[in-house]
């Protein structure tokens, strides 16, 4: 299936760097999000970007596409101990549907 | 707004029980989305609704899943009869328009324990 895989799986950082995770994905999408989960909770929309668009910003969130190697990032500037949670990315596919990933676990420590 | 509601948000139960799980979308969203999170396989989508019509079905495991949409307002995901291999957190998600052109909105989510 069309599903987006994480890299890395899990990330261990201290307060005041920066966190990258990667996405890569397999076939053509329209658009691709990001989504955190802190533990116990539900997921939270972080941002989308759509396939035309190349990089897309959003307070400490920077987030590349690139279709050619259809890869995704997703990297959290000056982190914090509130950054700790997993992200994931998810791709569409025809219909309505979103396909998530299986996430990456990032744990800020302070 | 209060946000996507599902209830109960912890279910005990033993096999070979019936199990509902119920969901509350967000006023105004077109779509729902019922998920199912483990540590093995991610979270799935199992079923979505459009205007309360189930579109896709197709990420349900089996007979033993059933998921209604009565009004705009309430959907129910049921398994009977419960098994162990069932124990999971499910989510209820809704959003205004598309999932794949909107942003999705999710519930506490419902974990579920089967003895």
């Known amino acids: 299936s069309q599903q987006g895989e994480e890299d890395p799986q899990a990330l261990s950082i201290q307060e005041g760097e920066n966190a990258t995770m990667n996405c890569s994905y397999k076939?053509?999408?329209?658009?691709l999000q990001w989504y955190r989960q802190n533990s116990g909770r539900g997921l939270v929309h972080l941002i989308l970007?759509?396939?035309?668009?190349r990089e897309k910003h959003s307070g400490r969130l920077r987030v590349t596409l690139d279709t050619s190697k259809k890869s995704s990032s997703l990297l959290i500037t000056a982190s914090r101990a509130a950054d700790t949670a997993s992200y994931f990315c998810?791709?569409?596919?025809?219909?309505?549907?979103?396909?998530f990933g299986k996430g990456t676990t990032l744990s800020v420590s302070s | 707004d209060a946000g996507v509601i599902q209830s109960p948000r912890h279910e005990v139960t033993e096999m070979g029980q019936e199990v509902t799980l119920r969901c509350k979308p967000i006023?105004?969203?077109?779509?729902l989305f019922w998920y199912r999170q483990t540590m093995m396989r991610g979270l799935e989508l199992l079923i979505y609704?459009?205007?309360?019509?189930?579109?896709?079905d197709s990420g349900m495991p089996e007979d033993r899943f059933s998921a209604k949409m009565p009004n705009a307002s309430f959907s129910t995901l049921k398994i009977q009869p419960s098994e162990p291999r069932d124990s999971a957190v499910y989510f209820c998600?809704?959003?205004?328009?598309?999932?794949?052109?909107?942003?999705?909105?999710f519930g506490p989510g419902t974990r579920l324990t089967v003895l």
């Open positions: 006023s105004g969203h077109d779509y």
């Open positions: 998600a809704s959003s205004l328009a598309g999932g794949n052109t909107d942003t999705q909105y």
């Open positions: 076939t053509s999408i329209n658009n």
């Open positions: 970007i759509r396939s035309n668009e």
């Open positions: 998810a791709t569409d596919q025809a219909g309505t549907a979103l396909i």
């Open positions: 609704f459009n205007n309360n019509v189930p579109i896709d």
